[in-house]
C-alpha cells in the first residue's frame, strides 16, 4: 500500500506527505485531539492522564512517609493516614502503572514499530482512553465523598463494612479494567494481523513481545478482577453472603478472586517494564539483545506462570498445608524466566558499544534493582520465612523495588528516549541525569531501609509504632524526599524541553530500530512509505549507515 | 529495515499473508485506511472479537467458580432452591435463546450471500426473540419477587411486584439457611447475563440499521458476523446457566 | 519492644525454639542474594566500563549462544527447587504442635486480642505462658479479618471471622515477646497490640489460680471491673432502666418469676448457675435474647456477688 494508496482513501493527501507535516502539525484545535483516532494522539492523552494520576499518587506517598516520619500524629490522624496509603494503592496500581506502559508508551510506539499505519481498531482505542476517564472520574469522586480506607486490596469483611466511599472507587476500578481489556484486545489482535511487510515473528521487537504477553494478561485476568469487584459491589448494595461469614460466606474466597487478578496484574505492570529494557540496552550498546528468543519466551512464560501463583499471597490465611506447598513450588518457578532476562540483559552488554545516555542509566538501574526486587521475592516464596515477612514492610519493600525500581524506571527511562520521537524535541541531557541520580539515589534509601524494617518485624499499614523502628521510618522518610526532587527535576526538563528544546534529528540516539527510521516526528501514517522489514530491530551489524545517522 | 516502496514486495512476505497486492484492486470503501486488503481488515476483527469473547469466558468464570464452591459447601441447600425456581420458564427461555441463535448465524449466512432483505428478517427475529426471552425473565424475577427469594438482605421481604406493596399475608417460604446465598448468585448470574442480552439487542439493532441502510454485501459484512458472535455466547452462556440453576436434583 | 539479635542486624530476638532455624534459612538465602546481586551489578558495572563507546570501535555482533542460555535457564530450576525444599520442610516442621502443647484461645477484634486460657481464664492484651513448654494458638477473629503476628517467633496466622486457625510454638527464653496485628483491620490497627510474657512453669502455673484481682483490691470494686470487663452492662444495667436482661440495681434478695417454673429469690446460688448456665433459669420477660454462658471461676463470682450486693 503506502505510496500505491488510491484516491478512496480518506487519507489520501498522505501520498505525497509534506515533509513539515507531522502528526501534532497535520490537524489542530482542541476538537482535533479529543475525537482524533491516531494511535499517537491517543497514545500522549493516555500519556498526560497518567503522569497525572503519578503526580496524585506520588503526593499520596509523600503524605504517608510524612506522617511517619514520627510515632504518633506527625500531621494526619489514624483514619486520614489510613485513606492516604489506600489512595496511594488505588491510584498508583490502578490509575497509573497498569496503564503507564501499554496504553501510553505502547499506544505511540506499537504500531511504529510494527510498521503499522495504526492499532487494528482505532475506535477501540479512543473509546478504551475515555472508558479509563470515566472510570478515574469515579475514583475521583470516591476521593472528594470520603475515600477508601480499605487498603487498594479491597479485603473483605472490613471492605464490605467500613463506612468509606467504597462503592465509587470499586465501580472505579471495575471500569478502568475495561480500559485495560480492550487496550489488550487491540493489541493483540494488532501484533497479530498488522505487521509490516518481512516483520516476522523472530524480527519482532523485544518490547512488542512483552506488550504482546501483556496483553494476554490483560485479556484473560483483568475480567476476572472485574467480577469480583462487581461481587463485592452486590455484597455491599445487597449483603449477597459470598464474602461474608456472618451470612454463611467465606472471605478467603474474596482473596482468591482478588489475586487471581491481581497476580497476573502485577506481570501487566512488569512485563512491558521488561521490554523497554531490551529496546534501551540494544540501542545504547548498539547490540542484539543476546538470546533473543529466550528473552520473547520468557515474558510469554512469566505471562502464564503469572496465573499460577496467586496463592502465595494467602500464606498466612489459612489455606491448607498442600495448596501452600504447590503455591510455593509454582512461585519458585518465576526465577527462571526472570533470571534468563537479567542474564541476557548482561550479556548483551558484553562486547557493546555502550553509551551513558540518561534512558541507558535508567535501564542499568533497572538491572540492579529488578534484580534485588526479584532475588527478595525468593524469600517470600520460601514458606517458612515468608511466614515471618508476609504483610510486613520486607513486602512493601520487595514490591517497590520490583514496581518503583523496576516498572516506574524503565516507564520513564522509556519516556526520555522516545521523548525526541514523541515532541521532536531534544531534552537537557545534563538535568536529566541529574534527575536519574536523585531517583535512584531517593528511591534507594526509601526502600532499602525498609527491608531491614520488615524483617526485623514492622508491619505494614501502621500509622504507629514501636520506637526502635523510628530511625528507618526517619531513614525512609528523608528517602521519600529525595525521588520527589529527583522526579521534579525530570518533570522540569520535560518542560524545558517543551518550551525551548532543540529540534531532534531523525535518530538522535543512532539507533537500528524501526521506530527512528522514520521522520522524527512521524507523519500522520507513521511512515512515508510501507516499511519492508529485511533485519531485526537490533541487528547493527545490518543496518546501514545512513539508518543509523542522526539525521537523513 | 529499508524503506523502499512495498509494491515491489511479494504478498507471502507480508506478516500473516494478508496479501499485498495493493495495485491489483481499488480500496473500497469499507476498507478502513491502516488496513490494506478487505481479507486484513476482516481477519483482524475476527481475532480481536474471538479475544473479547474469552475475556467475556473470564468474567463469567469467576461466576461460575462462586456457583461451584457454594454448591459444593451447600448441596442440599442449592437442590431446594433449584426446586424453587420456573422450569418451564427457563426452559422455553432456552429454546428461544437456541432459535435466536439459528436465525442470528442465518442472518449471517444471508449477509454473505447478500441477501439484504433476508439479512433483515432474520435480525429482527433475533431481536424479537430476545425481547421475549427479556419478557419471561421479568415474569420469573417478578415471581420470585414476591415470594421475598431475593438476594442477601432483602431474602424473605416480599414485594407484590417491582414496586407494589408487600401483601401481608403472605407466607414466608420455609426454606434452608442459606437459601439467600443460592438466590444471590440466581440474581446476579442471571442479572449479568440479562445485562448482556440487553446489550446485545443494541447491537443487533444498530446492525440492521447498518444493514437497512446497505453498508453490507457480499464482501463487507463483517459487523454482522461479530454481532452474530457475541449473540452465540450469550446463547452459550445461557446454556451452561440454565441446568446449573434450574435443573439440580 | 523488639530486641535485635546482637549477631545479626537484620532479625529480632529468636525467641522459640523454631525461630533460630527459621533464622539460618533467612541468613542463607541472604548470603546467596548478596552474592548475586553483587556478581551481578559489578559484571554490569565492568561490562560498561570495559565496553564504553569508543570513536571507531564498533560493537561485536554476538547474537546468542544456546548451550549457554539452556545452562542458564536450566541450572537455576534445582537451585530454586532446593530452596522451595527447605522452606517448606521447615514450614512443614513448624506446623505440626507437640501433642502436650497447651491450647490458648486467640480472639481478635477491632481492636484488641483476647486470650482464652484452658482454664477458662481470659485476658486482654496480655498473655502468660510456660517457657520450653509447646503452645498451640487457635486463632479466631469477632469481626474483620486480622493478623496473630509474633515476630519473636517468625510467626503469623490470619484470624478470619467465621473459621479458625492455629499456630504453635514453644517459647525458649523467659521474657517478654511482642504481639502484633499483621493484617489491616481498620482505624487502630496499629495500635492492636499484645504482649506474651513467657514465665517459668511455676510462675504460670501460680498465675493461673491466682486470677486477674489485682493485690489489695476490694471485693466489689474487682467485681465492678469484671462487669466492665466482661461487658455485662450491654444487657444489665445498673441504673434500674431497662435492658436485654434484668438490671442489677436492687436484685440482691429480689423474688423474680421465673419462665415455666417456681419463683426464685436472687441468692449466691442462684447467680452462680445464671452465670455458668444462664438458660436454667430465665426471668420472665427476658426470654428475647440468649445470654451466653460466661467462664467465670469461683472468685470472680464472688467479686460479682459482692458487688451485686452494693447496688441498692
Not at chain 1, 499506544?107 to 478504551?128: C, E, T, W, Y
Not at chain 1, 543476546?290 to 489455606?319: C, R, T
Amino acid at each position: 500500500m503506502g505510496a500505491a494508496t488510491t484516491a478512496h482513501a480518506p487519507s489520501a493527501s498522505h501520498d505525497t506527505p509534506d515533509p513539515n507535516e507531522n502528526y501534532l502539525t497535520v490537524t489542530k484545535g482542541v476538537w482535533s485531539w479529543l475525537a482524533t483516532l491516531d494511535h499517537k494522539r491517543i497514545g500522549i492523552m493516555y500519556l498526560v492522564l497518567v503522569l497525572a494520576a503519578f503526580l496524585t499518587g506520588g503526593i499520596f506517598a509523600l503524605i504517608v512517609r510524612l506522617e511517619l516520619f514520627t510515632r504518633g500524629q506527625t500531621i494526619i490522624d489514624a483514619e486520614m493516614y489510613n485513606r492516604m496509603f489506600t489512595l496511594h494503592g488505588v491510584v498508583m496500581v490502578f490509575l497509573f502503572i497498569i496503564p503507564s506502559i501499554p496504553a501510553a508508551l505502547g499506544n505511540f510506539i506499537l504500531p511504529i514499530q510494527l510498521g503499522a499505519k495504526d492499532v487494528a481498531f482505532p475506535r477501540l482505542n479512543l473509546m478504551s482512553l475515555y472508558i479509563y476517564a470515566f472510570g478515574a472520574c469515579f475514583a475521583l469522586y470516591s476521593m472528594v465523598s470520603g475515600a477508601v480506607d480499605t487498603g487498594w486490596t479491597f479485603y473483605t469483611p472490613y471492605s464490605t463494612t467500613t463506612h468509606s466511599a467504597v462503592i465509587p472507587m470499586i465501580l472505579g476500578a471495575f471500569i478502568m479494567g475495561f480500559s485495560s481489556i480492550l487496550t489488550g484486545v487491540n493489541f493483540l489482535a494488532t501484533v497479530h494481523k498488522m505487521r509490516a511487510p518481512g516483520l516476522t515473528w523472530t524480527r519482532l521487537p523485544l518490547f512488542i513481545w512483552a506488550l504482546y504477553a501483556t496483553s494476554i494478561i490483560q485479556i484473560l485476568a483483568t475480567p476476572v478482577l472485574a467480577i469480583t469487584l462487581l461481587l463485592l459491589t452486590a455484597e455491599r448494595t445487597l449483603g449477597i453472603g459470598i464474602f461474608d461469614p456472618k451470612l454463611g460466606g467465606d472471605p478467603v474466597l474474596f482473596q482468591h478472586f482478588f489475586w487471581f487478578y491481581s497476580h497476573p496484574a502485577v506481570y501487566i505492570m512488569i512485563v512491558p517494564g521488561m521490554g523497554i529494557v531490551n529496546e534501551l540496552l540494544s540501542t545504547f550498546s548498539h547490540r542484539a539483545i543476546y538470546g533473543y528468543m529466550f528473552v520473547a519466551m520468557s515474558s510469554l512464560a512469566l505471562a502464564i506462570l503469572g496465573f499460577l501463583v496467586w496463592g502465595h499471597h494467602l500464606f498466612v490465611s489459612g489455606e491448607s498445608e498442600y495448596s501452600m506447598m504447590v503455591f510455593s513450588a509454582l512461585t519458585f518457578l518465576v526465577a527462571i524466566p526472570s533470571g534468563v532476562k537479567v542474564f541476557s540483559w548482561i550479556a548483551t552488554l558484553y562486547k557493546g558499544s555502550i553509551s551513558l545516555k540518561s534512558p541507558m542509566l535508567y535501564a542499568l538501574a533497572f538491572i540492579f534493582q529488578f534484580t534485588i526486587g526479584g532475588l527478595t521475592g525468593v524469600f517470600l516464596g520460601m514458606l517458612a520465612i515468608d511466614v515471618h515477612l508476609h504483610d510486613t514492610y520486607f513486602v512493601v519493600a520487595h514490591f517497590h523495588y520490583v514496581m518503583v525500581g523496576g516498572t516506574v524506571f524503565a516507564f520513564v527511562g522509556g519516556l526520555h528516549y522516545w521523548w525526541p520521537k514523541i515532541t521532536g524535541k531534544l531534552y537537557n541531557e545534563t538535568l536529566a541525569k541529574v534527575a536519574f541520580f536523585l531517583v535512584f539515589i531517593g528511591f534507594n534509601i526509601t526502600f532499602g531501609t525498609q527491608f531491614i524494617m520488615g524483617s526485623r518485624g514492622m508491619p505494614r499499614r501502621y500509622y504507629d509504632y514501636l520506637p526502635e523502628f523510628e530511625i528507618f521510618h526517619q531513614i525512609s522518610t528523608v528517602g521519600s524526599w529525595i525521588i520527589g526532587l529527583g522526579f521534579l527535576t525530570a518533570l522540569a526538563c520535560f518542560i524545558q524541553s517543551l518550551m525551548s528544546g532543540a529540534k531532534s534529528p531523525r535518530n538522535p540516539w543512532n539507533s537500528a530500530a524501526l521506530e527512528w527510521q522514520t521522520p522524527t516526528p512521524p507523519p500522520l501514517a507513521n511512515f512515508v512509505k510501507v516499511p519492508v522489514i529485511t533485519r531485526g530491530p537490533y541487528d547493527y551489524h545490518l543496518a546501514t549507515e545512513q539508518e543509523l545517522s542522526s539525521d537523513d | 529495515m529499508s524503506t523502499e516502496a512495498a509494491t515491489e514486495v511479494a504478498s507471502s512476505e507480508h506478516g500473516d499473508g494478508a496479501g499485498h497486492d495493493d495495485h491489483a484492486h481499488a480500496h473500497p470503501k469499507f476498507l478502513a485506511h491502516h488496513f490494506d486488503t478487505p481479507l486484513q481488515q476482516f481477519e483482524t476483527a475476527k481475532l480481536g472479537m474471538w479475544a473479547f469473547l474469552a475475556q467475556e469466558l473470564l468474567f463469567f468464570s469467576g461466576l461460575f467458580v462462586a456457583y461451584g464452591i457454594y454448591r459444593s459447601w451447600y448441596p442440599e441447600t442449592f437442590a431446594v432452591c433449584s426446586h424453587l425456581l420456573s422450569r418451564p420458564m427457563g426452559g422455553g427461555n432456552t429454546i428461544v435463546l437456541l432459535f435466536s441463535s439459528w436465525t442470528a448465524a442465518m442472518a449471517v449466512r444471508a449477509a454473505q450471500l447478500g441477501q439484504k432483505k433476508n439479512t433483515s428478517r432474520f435480525l429482527l427475529v433475533t431481536i424479537f426473540c430476545a425481547f421475549i426471552f427479556l419478557f419471561i425473565k421479568y415474569l420469573e424475577w417478578g415471581h420470585k419477587f414476591h415470594e421475598g427469594l431475593l438476594p442477601g438482605h432483602y431474602f424473605g421481604h416480599q414485594y407484590g411486584g417491582f414496586f407494589g406493596a408487600i401483601p401481608a399475608d403472605a407466607e414466608v417460604p420455609d426454606l434452608p439457611a442459606k437459601a439467600h446465598i443460592f438466590f444471590g448468585i440466581y440474581f446476579i448470574m442471571t442479572g449479568v447475563h440479562a445485562l448482556h442480552v440487553i446489550v446485545g439487542i443494541g447491537v443487533l439493532i444498530w446492525i440492521w440499521r447498518r444493514n437497512e441502510r446497505g453498508d453490507f454485501s457480499k464482501e463487507y459484512f463483517t459487523a454482522v458476523d461479530l454481532a452474530a458472535l457475541y449473540w452465540h455466547l450469550v446463547d452459550l452462556i445461557w446454556i451452561y446457566l440454565f441446568p446449573l440453576l434450574y435443573l439440580i436434583d | 519492644m523488639i530486641n535485635i539479635r546482637p549477631d545479626n542486624f537484620q532479625l529480632p530476638d529468636a525467641l522459640s525454639t523454631d525461630a533460630a532455624r527459621v533464622d539460618d534459612l533467612y541468613m542463607g538465602v541472604y548470603y546467596f542474594s548478596v552474592v548475586f546481586t553483587v556478581a551481578i551489578t559489578v559484571t554490569m558495572l565492568y561490562f560498561v566500563w570495559k565496553y564504553r563507546r569508543r570513536p571507531g570501535i564498533k560493537a561485536e555482533p554476538v547474537t546468542h549462544n544456546t548451550t549457554l542460555e539452556v545452562t542458564w535457564t536450566v541450572l537455576p530450576i534445582f537451585f530454586v527447587m532446593v530452596l522451595f525444599h527447605l522452606g517448606f520442610k521447615e514450614y512443614a516442621h513448624e506446623a505440626v504442635a507437640a501433642e502436650n502443647a497447651i491450647e490458648i484461645g486467640v480472639r481478635g477484634q477491632q481492636w484488641s486480642w483476647t486470650f482464652t486460657y484452658p482454664n477458662g481464664k481470659q485476658d486482654a492484651s496480655e498473655l502468660t505462658i510456660p517457657v520450653n513448654q509447646p503452645v498451640k494458638f487457635i486463632i479466631s477473629s469477632q469481626d474483620v479479618i486480622h493478623s496473630f503476628y509474633v515476630p519473636g517467633a517468625r510467626l503469623k496466622k490470619d484470624a478470619v471471622p467465621g473459621m479458625y486457625s492455629s499456630i504453635s510454638f514453644t517459647p525458649n527464653t523467659i521474657g517478654d515477646m511482642q504481639i502484633f496485628c499483621a493484617e489491616y483491620c481498620g482505624k487502630d490497627h496499629s495500635g492492636m497490640l499484645a504482649k506474651i510474657h513467657v514465665v517459668a512453669q511455676k510462675d504460670y502455673d501460680a498465675f493461673l489460680k491466682k486470677g486477674d484481682r489485682l493485690d489489695g483490691e476490694p471485693l466489689d470494686a474487682y467485681g465492678a471491673r469484671l462487669y466492665k470487663k466482661n461487658a455485662c452492662y450491654t444487657c444489665h444495667t445498673i441504673d434500674g432502666s431497662k435492658g436485654n436482661g434484668p438490671t442489677w440495681k436492687g436484685i440482691w434478695g429480689r423474688h423474680e418469676d421465673i419462665q415455666g417454673g417456681e419463683g426464685i429469690t436472687v441468692d449466691e446460688n442462684y447467680v452462680h448457675e445464671s452465670i455458668l448456665k444462664p438458660q436454667a433459669k430465665i426471668v420472665a420477660g427476658f426470654t428475647n435474647v440468649q445470654m451466653p454462658p460466661f467462664t467465670l471461676n469461683d472468685d470472680q463470682i464472688s467479686a460479682i456477688i459482692a458487688y451485686m450486693k452494693t447496688l441498692k
